[in-house]
């Protein structure tokens, strides 16, 4: 059995009585789901990066632009006296009126076809990188979970600690006034018990900052947090085999693909400045009508234009921004084949980690729950020899130290290893809800 936790607020209340529930793992998850500034944050880049495909879309499709106008119009005609126009002289005031419409479909423009594949990468790394938040958001939604567990066990352990070196001080107290121990024992015992004391101050102090940052995270108040109980049980990684869990994490992991879609867009990237140099061909129709009012035969009229036709453009010369940006596309290009090499690196090692840090922390928590028993002898041996002579009081003040230690470093390594499989799974690209559901039944 693990020794009882202290009753510290340390969840949200999500309108439920703290003295008739104590929060688990999964709540507190929910509620970040819903609360988290950063999770919220890419919740948005998400819907964001979505309108990329329309706006590239948009490039391929027709354009229709309408235009109208009024004019007022103030001529004055002179002509030489005696002409035939010499009638139509003079001042003439009339207002003009006209609209028109046009429409543009692009046939051939390459920069724009490339400008649509971007758009469809685009969409991608915008659903990539917000999968990788939801993992994001469960890593730490299980961090700062097991951070307060650890720092209430810490502040737990440390008061049961500065209680038993309370009752060693009290005990060479008294030992020293009957004589029959040296005034030794009682100045180890005081120093004992003051540096605990700092540490108790200490750890009050971490707690109410892990609180913090919980709280932080589900944006709301905190109440009693579940802890590990019988359910917890320690379970090698599935399969069993690190190559194979590198291999899934290549196939699977969202930092590959995100990288994966950077590199092909950049490759569209190339191709579109590279279509700078290439003629462009649009079919072109437009319709204007035109109306004079007022004035004379010459200026009162209506006219009506249609066309339709095929545009060509031929970029000749830009002052040399062609070239440079399709020199500077495929440099972007070359960075983008070596991030996607780093990232590749990075996730083999931090799969690897991960794994190590499931297997190495099973090896810790079975060898330091056999260090917490041999601990505890040894503390009752050292208290059993102090009574009959053949231990000192510092003998049983480094045995109770001791076995405190260890206690704190077995619920630590404990912690570390349920943080570490999430840690195996989000590596691999696999982590969800059903992996913190899982870690959940160990809490009671």
Excluded: C
């Excluded at 890419?42 to 948009?58: D, I, N, P, V, Y």
């Excluded at 005609?77 to 035939?84: M, Q």
């Excluded at 004589?179 to 018990?193: F, L, N, S, V």
């Excluded at 359910?231 to 699977?252: I, M, N, S, Y």
């Amino acid at each position: 059995m693990r020794p009882s936790r202290i009753a510290t607020a340390v969840m949200l209340a999500l309108g439920i009585s703290a003295q008739s529930h104590a929060a688990d793992l999964l709540e507190i998850y929910h509620a970040a789901q819903s609360q988290d500034a950063v999770f919220a944050s890419a919740r948005a880049s998400q819907k964001a990066g979505q309108e990329k495909l329309t706006q590239g879309r948009s490039l391929l499709l027709p354009s229709v632009n309408l235009s109208a106008n009024t004019t007022k119009n103030d001529v004055t005609n002179t002509y030489a006296p005696g002409s035939f126009l010499g009638a139509f002289g003079g001042s003439q005031q009339y207002r003009s009126h006209g609209y028109g419409v046009t429409v543009t479909q692009p046939l051939f423009r390459e920069q724009n076809r490339a400008a649509y594949n971007e758009s469809e990468l685009q969409v991608a790394i915008s659903e990539a990188q917000f999968k990788l938040a939801e993992q994001d958001v469960i890593l730490r939604s299980a961090q700062a979970y097991f951070d307060v567990l650890i720092a209430q066990d810490t502040v737990q352990l440390t008061a049961a600690q500065k209680s038993a070196i309370a009752q060693q001080l009290e005990q060479a107290k008294r030992n020293f006034e009957v004589g029959t121990a040296t005034i030794t024992d009682t100045h180890e015992a005081q120093a004992r018990y003051d540096l605990i004391v700092a540490q108790e101050l200490v750890a009050a102090n971490n707690l109410e900052v892990k609180q913090r940052t919980l709280q932080q995270l589900v944006n709301g108040n905190i109440t009693q947090l579940n802890v590990l109980g019988q359910g917890f049980k320690l379970e090698a990684p599935a399969p069993a085999d690190v190559q194979k869990w590198v291999a899934d994490a290549q196939e699977h992991s969202y930092q590959i693909a995100i990288a994966q879609a950077a590199n092909q867009l950049a490759e569209q990237e190339v191709a579109r400045n590279r279509g700078g140099h290439l003629p462009t061909v649009d079919l072109v129709a437009s319709h204007n009508n035109t109306t004079n009012s007022g004035g004379n035969a010459f200026t009162a009229q209506q006219t009506r234009v249609t066309t339709v036709g095929v545009q060509l453009n031929l970029p000749l010369f830009q002052g040399g921004a062609t070239q440079s940006r399709w020199r500077e596309a495929e440099a972007n290009l070359e960075k983008a084949k070596q991030d996607l090499e780093t990232t590749r690196r990075n996730v083999e090692l931090q799969t690897r980690q991960a794994y190590l840090g499931v297997v190495s922390g099973i090896a810790q928590v079975q060898a330091l729950q056999q260090a917490l028993k041999s601990s505890e002898s040894l503390l009752e041996a050292s208290k059993l020899g102090q009574e009959v002579g053949v231990r000192t009081s510092l003998d049983v003040l480094n045995a109770q130290q001791q076995m405190y230690s260890t206690r704190r470093d077995l619920f630590q390594a404990e912690y570390n290893y349920l943080v570490a499989q999430l840690s195996l799974k989000a590596a691999a690209g696999s982590l969800d809800e059903a992996d913190l559901s899982h870690v959940n039944q160990a809490l009671h």
